[in-house]
């Protein structure tokens, strides 16, 4: 449909600028946006790999401390010497080592059950209670300066015959008993069977001691004078403490964080964005994990956690054997926030320019057809076809129409 050549030239000529000047703003415009859009893209990436990579190492750093912490009370005398002489008290006292030592510090433990910790000596004047009261306060110390969830000795035969928490892992079998079949049995396993240098770690697992919440247990092998393995001290790692490391978020926006998880998905840390845990219950998808255990790094988003599109990057980090990532997050519509003020900013000074060219265009072809005006006057005074045309030039002091 021919509609533009049917329209007024004071009207065709503003138009035809407008046109034009808006096609050469979007042009720019377009090209702007997805130039700034991609190099913010890249910088925020590379920002999120710094983090992550920095945060990796602070954990690997991390667990190579704890491991090197249980190094060195393995091989204290006050370690060594309580596995022996409280192993044998254990069962020095009662027939029923188990159902004794708990009803003497969990049934009758006068503090709540979060607070049994308090209790160092049972009074019922046994010797392994003596023993108890002498080692326990040591351990209460060692347990607030480091951090510990909760410290165990276990002897050669797989019993749990110290318990600063004093849960109902107290005193029971890891061979015979309730959790002959949990991860903390698995690695009591591996350190007996190992050597005396032996250190090992059991990646989070539901515990039943714990009302079934997530635990993690790092273990070394506890020799004897005679140089055999005699059993173990194991720590339940923390989550405060990696919730610390991972809980710095300097240079990563109001929306983003520092997260573990493990090669199965599932967070190894507490998120600061949820109001519960996600240890185990929250999961990562996509490719992004399995990328960065192929190439030690990977980069881009994430589609379905925190429920919002998120950029991310992911750093690999190994936990005595156990393979973890760190990722470092940030919601895609902080990050993009630059490109989309600069979206704005254009539109606006795309629209104002566009009112200038059609203001110019309007005055410019207001001139034109203000000049036409007497030629389209006098065009019916023209020649008709088959007569002389003859040409008359401007009389003095006029100027041509167009």
């Known amino acids: 449909m021919r509609v533009l050549p049917y329209v007024k030239l004071k009207l065709k000529l503003p138009l035809t600028i407008l046109a034009a000047t808006f096609a050469m703003g979007a042009a ?85 059950p979060e607070e049994r910790q308090k209790l160092d000596d049972a009074g019922d004047g046994s010797v392994y ?68 240098s032996f250190i090992g770690f059991a990646d989070f697992e539901p515990y039943a001691p714990r009302e079934g919440a997530p635990a993690a247990f790092m273990a070394h092998a506890v020799t004897g004078k005679d140089g055999k393995v005699a059993g173990l001290i194991a720590v339940s790692v923390p989550t405060a403490r990696i919730d610390a490391l991972l809980g710095l978020r300097d240079g990563l926006g109001r929306t983003g964080e520092t997260i573990a998880a493990a090669a199965d998905g599932l967070l190894r840390s507490d998120s600061a ?24 790094m990977a980069r881009g988003s994430l589609e379905n956690y925190r429920e919002r599109p998120m950029q991310a990057a992911v750093a690999p980090v190994d936990v005595r054997g156990t393979r973890w990532f760190v990722l470092a997050v940030q919601e895609a519509a902080e990050t993009l926030a630059p490109v989309a003020h600069l979206r704005n900013t254009t539109l606006i000074a795309a629209g104002i320019l566009m009112l200038i060219a059609a203001g110019i265009g309007m005055a410019f072809a207001r001139s034109i057809t203000s000049r036409s005006q007497p030629l389209s006057r006098r065009w019916p005074h023209l020649p008709r076809a088959g007569s002389t045309l003859r040409w008359l030039a401007p009389t003095a002091g006029t100027r041509s129409a167009i």
């Open 28 to 112: 720019v415009g377009l090209a702007g946006y997805i130039s700034a859009a991609s190099s913010l893209t890249a910088e925020t990436e590379e920002r999120l790999a710094a983090t992550a990579g920095a945060t990796a190492r602070a954990l690997s750093t991390y667990f190579a401390g704890l491991g090197s912490d249980l190094g060195i009370l393995a091989t204290n005398p006050t370690v060594s010497g309580a596995l022996v002489d409280l192993g044998n008290a254990f069962y020095l006292d009662s027939a029923r080592p188990t159902k004794w030592a708990q009803k003497l510090y969990i049934e009758k433990n006068p503090n709540p």
């Open 129 to 196: 209670s003596s023993m108890h009261k002498g080692f326990h306060p040591w351990v209460r110390e060692l347990v607030a300066e480091r951090g510990f969830d909760d410290l165990l000795l276990v002897d050669r035969d797989g019993a749990i015959i110290y318990s600063f928490r004093k849960r109902s892992d107290y005193a029971t079998s890891l061979t015979s008993g309730p959790l002959k079949e949990s991860h903390l049995a698995r690695l009591a396993k591996a350190a007996i069977e190992g050597s005396g």
């Open 273 to 296: 964005f949820t109001p519960g845990a996600d240890i185990l219950k929250t999961r990562i998808d996509g490719p992004l994990l399995k990328a960065a255990a192929e190439k030690g």
